[in-house]
């Protein structure tokens, strides 16, 4: 079962007309409508950033290829030393 989109959390992810939008889970609007994918990953990240949260990247085929966590991250990198 796919976990449910977090309200912590901005989407940049294709439409059907081919361009780009950068949405927040349960806004009803998106925030930012692109042409290019680079333009709504560039948007989505000052967004998320501003924001605290954590910016989920798609692809064309709606699968998640990245993710980067502007805010508290619940699972932070453990120092190997």
Known sequence: MAKAPSNNQHHVTPRPDGKWKVERPGAGKASAVTETKKEA???G???SKNQGTELVIHGKDGKIQNS????KDPN?????N
Do not use: A, L, M
Request: no cysteine; glycine share 6%; aromatic share 0%.
């Open 45 to 47: 990240r000052e967004i």
């Open 68 to 71: 980067d966590s502007h805010g």
């Open 41 to 43: 990953v560039d948007i």
């Open 76 to 80: 932070p990198p453990k120092d190997k």
